[in-house]
């Protein structure tokens, strides 16, 4: 069975400073993956995905994601971090063949002024 | 408005009662979802359907009930609430492309079981 990995639950990053969270995951095929997020009060939106090609994907927001299959990894990267990007982040695994997602646990951003 | 709109927003109540969360969304989609967010466990799959006449258990439907009234509503049933099921409760919607892999969610439910 599939599953995902978001091994930092609280990241505190000062503002203008680069942030990197992380995510891992486990699935026998080839993995469509996601990152959404999830301000507050709000439901999830979709930052990037990931399902094949180029392994560094660009999303909204100036977000971007590496697939590094080695690691089972698909680290969510942003230079500078501002005010706005406080909230709660999720990695997400899809099914091959639908729309069946597998989140992490989610890790909460905190932006330092 | 929103394309996918959750009733009611916020919800207490005791346990044994029967709860009714409501989905209902404007994007034409076929696929419709209900998920469960805990605190650190990230979001479940309690439910999906992928048509009217089409409905399948997902990872912790145990205790819960849905009925898709038509293409556009959604609806998941308590029928004897209790207190581990109180949670932020997620309904989403996604085309029926298998490719596009992306969930459009409500602003979600939360609910309170005394």
């Known amino acids: 069975a599939q599953s995902v990995t978001q091994p930092d639950i609280h990241i505190t990053v000062s503002e203008g400073a680069s942030l990197e969270l992380r995510c891992n995951y486990s699935?026998?095929?080839?993995?469509?993956l996601f990152w959404y997020v999830q301000s507050p009060g709000q439901g999830l939106q979709l930052l990037l995905k990931?399902?094949?090609?180029?392994?560094l994907v660009q999303g909204i927001k100036g977000f971007e994601a590496e697939f590094k299959r080695s690691q089972s990894s698909f680290n969510l990267r942003k230079p500078s971090v501002h005010w706005s990007d406080a909230a709660e982040y999720f990695c997400?695994?899809?099914?091959?063949?639908?729309?069946?997602?597998?989140f992490g646990g989610g890790t909460r951003l905190m932006v330092k002024p | 408005d929103a394309d996918v709109t959750q009733t009611p927003r916020n919800r207490i109540t005791k346990t044994g009662k029967r709860i009714m969360l409501e989905c209902s969304q404007t994007?034409?989609?076929?696929?419709m979802y209900w998920y469960r967010q805990d605190p650190g466990l990230g979001l479940r799959l309690i439910y999906y359907?992928?048509?009217?006449?089409?409905?399948n258990k997902g990872e912790i439907s145990d205790g819960y009930s849905v009925s898709r009234q038509a293409q556009a509503k959604f609806s998941l049933s308590l029928e004897s609430a209790i207190p581990n099921q109180t949670a932020l409760y997620f309904c989403?919607?996604?085309?029926?492309?298998?490719?596009?892999?992306?969930?459009?969610f409500g602003e979600g439910s939360r609910l309170t079981v005394l």
């Open positions: 989403a919607t996604s085309d029926l492309g298998w490719n596009t892999g992306e969930l459009f």
């Open positions: 699935y026998g095929a080839t993995p469509y």
């Open positions: 359907s992928f048509d009217v006449k089409d409905i």
């Open positions: 990931y399902f094949s090609g180029d392994t």
């Open positions: 997400a695994v899809g099914e091959h063949a639908g729309n069946m997602l597998t």
């Open positions: 994007k034409g989609h076929d696929r």
